[in-house]
């Protein structure tokens, strides 16, 4: 009796591979994470203290690399814009409750933890599926913190 072989493409091998290594590498520093994460989440604890820059080059290349006119991009508990002013961010409500989600996850992960696995789920599930994404779209409708901008 002959058996056959399933053979993969090159592709699917080499996403396998990488998804192996990606895991592996969380698996291996997820205790550092932590650890660093509750140090930074003594930062936030008492407000959010969020701040707003306008024209911000990091915002910049958010928007080249997502390929969009604006962009609103969070660092720690700060709101990077490009393309578009304060006012006009502000009034959006939807758009600004899906960042402080984002800097609500800064809070529960830490600076370093946070980008580490929003960068890991975007390479593994893509921009729109990431988990950090989908979790604040699914917030953008909930009522803004009181102590937001304070």
């Known amino acids: 009796m002959k058996v056959e072989k399933k053979t993969e493409s090159k592709s ?3 996403k ?3 998804y192996k290594i990606l895991s592996a590498w969380l698996k291996k520093f997820r205790g550092l994470i ?13 407000a959010m203290n969020i701040s707003i820059k ?7 290349i958010a928007a080249k690399v997502l390929r969009t006119n604006k962009v609103a991009i969070v660092f720690g508990h700060t709101i990077h814009l490009w393309n578009t002013g ?10 600004v409750r899906h960042e ?6 800064y809070k529960k992960h830490g600076f370093a933890g946070f980008i580490f696995l929003y960068l890991a789920e975007t ?10 994404e989908v979790e604040a779209r699914s917030r953008e409708n909930e009522p803004l913190p009181e102590n937001a901008f304070s």
Request: charged share 35%; hydrophobic share 30%; aromatic share 20%.
């Open 86 to 95: 304060r006012n006009e961010f502000l009034q959006n409500r939807q758009w």
């Open 34 to 46: 932590e650890h660093v994460s509750q140090k930074e989440n003594n930062f936030f604890k008492y």
């Open 123 to 132: 390479i593994k599930r893509g921009y729109y599926k990431n988990r950090f």
């Open 100 to 105: 402080i989600a984002h800097i609500e996850q």
């Open 12 to 14: 699917v091998r080499r």
């Open 16 to 18: 396998g591979r990488c």
């Open 54 to 60: 306008e024209k911000s080059w990091i915002a910049w």
